[in-house]
């Protein structure tokens, strides 16, 4: 309960969180276009599966920014850096974090699980 209170009603976790989050939005905003438009769109699609307080999405972002600045600095072209596939790069990003798409499963399996019995082996 304690973990609840200290992501959702720490005032001061919320602030500094928010003055973070402004600060790396700047640094995207510093980035070329072509790497700011996908990143964007990187962002925007990434937290439609964000699950939880989503301090773990933010942190892939940060992540997500400097991999942008590097490849930016080296003059690569953003797709250089993702590949074609932006969707499966996406997904890689995702594979560590805790994602609705996660919730949806364990519920799916959960109430088969509940309807069949977890000892039955379903053929």
Not at 23 to 35: C, F, G, N, S, T
């Amino acid at each position: 309960m304690s973990d609840f209170f200290d992501n959702y009603f720490n005032v001061k976790k919320i602030i500094k969180s928010k003055r973070e989050y402004k600060e790396h939005m700047a640094r995207v905003e510093a980035l070329p276009k072509d790497y700011q438009y996908v990143f964007k769109k990187i962002q925007s699609h990434m937290w439609m599966f964000a699950a939880g307080n989503g301090y773990d999405m933010m942190k892939i972002h940060y992540d997500l920014i400097e991999l942008f600045e590097s490849g930016a600095a080296e003059g690569k072209h953003v797709l250089e850096i993702t590949g074609e596939d932006v969707a499966a790069f996406c997904d890689e990003l995702l594979r560590n974090a805790e994602t609705y798409t996660d919730n949806w499963r364990e519920k799916l399996n959960g109430d088969i699980r509940k309807k069949f019995g977890k000892e039955k082996e379903l053929k």
